[in-house]
């Protein structure tokens, strides 16, 4: 029996407040969504000729002590073509079946920085799985496999759309008001 993920109450609470439907809701043959602490990717295969894909970016509208009051978020349809394509291509880097990273020799976990969590579905089966920091030459060694494997995995949907520049767009849409993301607090005015 695989141990329960720490992040799947983070990412529950993240699909609800954000309006994604529960996997179990659903039937397809494979679901892969890639969660940060302010945006997921999330593709679908429901069948060899249906497929939908989405992204999402979302923000937690704050009072001014930080005190989460809701969530905003953006869904942005990512066309059927370039999610059957990333399907594809993340299935050739081992997305359904990475370790966590804790199961990982040499790989380095930590607390401040960028967490990709991957929520991944296929054959009636749901895990979670993170990895802190992949990108990091500081923290992680570039000859581990699964380093290898996220990285591929982000720079190929990063070759699709630009994920930070899609958040960057969102967050600078606001209306005044005290937000935060991550660690982030922000104050527009």
Do not use: C
């Amino acid at each position: 029996m695989e141990k329960v993920s720490f992040w799947n109450s983070h990412i529950e609470t993240d699909r609800i407040e954000i309006e994604l439907p529960k996997y179990d809701s659903l039937n397809f043959e494979k679901a892969y969504r890639i969660w940060t602490d302010y945006q997921v990717v999330e593709l679908i295969k429901f069948n060899d000729t249906t497929y939908s894909g989405l992204l999402v970016n979302f923000i937690s509208k704050t009072n001014r002590k930080g005190i989460h009051k809701k969530t905003i978020f953006q869904k942005i349809t990512i066309p059927i073509k370039t999610v059957k394509k990333l399907i594809t291509e993340l299935n050739s880097e081992n997305i359904e079946i990475l370790p966590d990273s804790d199961e990982v020799d040499g790989y380095v976990n930590g607390l401040d920085g960028k967490t990709y969590i991957f929520e991944i579905s296929a054959n009636k089966e749901r895990r979670v799985y993170s990895y802190w920091e992949p990108e990091s030459e500081q923290y992680q060694d570039p000859l581990i496999k699964e380093v290898i494997n996220v990285r591929n995995i982000l720079n190929k949907i990063n070759s699709e759309f630009k994920l930070w520049e899609y958040f960057v767009k969102f967050r600078d849409r606001l209306p005044s008001g005290h937000y935060s993301y991550g660690m982030i607090l922000l104050t527009k005015n």
